[in-house]
């Protein structure tokens, strides 16, 4: 069975609540909404390409119409979970699908790029971290059934190799450079809004 590549979004009502200095709420929501838009579109175009199907976790409605829009599956949450939660549940449903091989996927990626994702995909450890710039986790791979838990935030792709070695798994860290930036503050935004007009004009509104 193809890999299974799934993307959690929190409410995007709620969303990029970091950028809040610099942003008011409405044009937080429509940064998120744009982000996520674009990455199931780009899933979508590039689906032949990875070999993969597409989920999303949400509980999030607007989410969840946009997920049906680009045809992608949808893993319903009843209400809205922490992210580790929310992975949690991907996984386990995926493991329910009969699916064997799992990559999550952030809603917010810069520039990603499918060679790289393929690149994680294929990484023969039973987890495999692409790393962010500030050494969270961005993406990551891992093989199913698991019984790994998810962290989330800063320094956690350690985390998740720490808690894979405890488990017997083996771990690799896999920096890939279209999967490290995320955007979530302010120099995240600036930087890629020197190469990307439409976020250009969200930075612009700043």
């Not at 959690?8 to 610099?22: D, W």
Request: net charge neutral; hydrophobic share 45%.
């Amino acid at each position: 069975m193809r890999p299974l590549i799934v993307v959690p979004m929190k409410q995007t009502s709620a969303a990029k609540s970091r950028l809040s200095p610099i942003l008011d709420q409405d044009r937080r929501y429509a940064l998120a909404r744009m982000l996520y838009r674009r990455t199931l579109a780009w899933l979508s175009r590039e689906r032949a390409h990875v070999g993969c199907d597409i989920a999303v976790v949400t509980a999030c409605a607007d989410a969840a119409l946009l997920a049906r829009q680009h045809d992608v599956s949808l893993i319903a949450e009843t209400v809205p979970t922490t992210l580790s939660a929310a992975v949690a549940r991907a996984a386990s449903w995926a493991v329910e699908a009969g699916y064997r091989r799992l990559c999550i996927l952030p809603a917010d990626l810069a520039e990603p790029d499918a060679t790289d994702i393929v690149t994680l995909l294929r990484c023969d450890s039973d987890v495999a971290l692409a790393p962010s710039a500030d050494l969270g986790t961005n993406a990551m791979a891992l093989t199913l059934p698991t019984r790994m838990r998810f962290y989330y935030g800063p320094n956690s792709a350690a985390r998740h190799i720490r808690a894979a070695g405890t488990l017997g798994l083996t771990a690799s860290l896999v920096p890939l450079e279209s999967l490290k930036h995320d955007i979530d503050t302010e120099t995240c935004l600036r930087r890629a809004a020197q190469s990307d007009a439409e976020l250009a004009s969200v930075f612009a509104q700043a």
